[in-house]
C-alpha cells in the first residue's frame, strides 16, 4: 500500500501565501507523476498542478504564475507553494501520485490520493 500525507493547509489573507506539502510512504518502487488538485464547495475536483518524474510541470490556467510545484524525489514529497491567493482559491487541496508498488509477487500499479488539507482565502 501507498499512503499520501498532506500538510501546510490553513486559513490566509487575500495576497498571502502558504506551502502545501505532501509525502508519500509505503511499498513505492517507483513514482511516475505527483500532483495537486482542488475541489471548492458546490464544485468537481479540478488540476491544480502536475510534475511528473521526466519531464515539463503543468498548471491551470487560474494559477499560472502565482503556484509553483516542485519535487523531492529522494524523499517522495511534492510541494505547491502558493502566492498571491486569492478567495477563489479557497478548496480542499488533494494530492496525488502515480507510479509502482513492489507486493509480494512482484510490481503493482497504484494511484494514491491524500486525505486533503483545507485552504482559506479571507477576503
Known amino acids: 500500500q501507498v499512503q499520501l500525507v498532506e500538510s501546510g493547509g490553513g486559513l490566509v489573507q487575500a495576497g498571502g501565501s502558504l506551502r502545501l506539502s505532501c509525502a508519500a510512504s509505503g511499498n513505492i518502487f517507483s513514482i511516475n507523476a505527483m500532483g495537486w488538485y482542488r475541489q471548492a464547495p458546490g464544485k468537481q475536483r479540478e488540476l491544480v498542478a502536475a510534475?511528473?518524474?521526466?519531464?515539463?510541470?503543468n498548471y491551470a490556467d487560474s494559477v499560472k504564475g502565482r503556484f509553483t510545484i516542485s519535487r523531492d524525489s529522494a524523499k517522495n514529497t511534492v510541494y505547491l507553494q502558493m502566492n498571491s491567493l486569492k478567495p477563489e482559491d479557497t478548496a480542499v487541496y488533494y494530492c496525488?501520485?502515480?507510479?509502482?508498488?513492489?507486493?509480494?509477487?512482484?510490481?503493482?500499479?497504484?494511484?494514491?490520493w491524500g486525505q486533503g488539507t483545507l485552504v482559506t482565502v479571507s477576503s
Open positions: 510534475i511528473p518524474s521526466v519531464g515539463s510541470t
Open positions: 496525488n501520485a502515480d507510479g509502482t508498488s513492489t507486493v509480494v509477487a512482484g510490481l503493482l500499479p497504484f494511484d494514491a
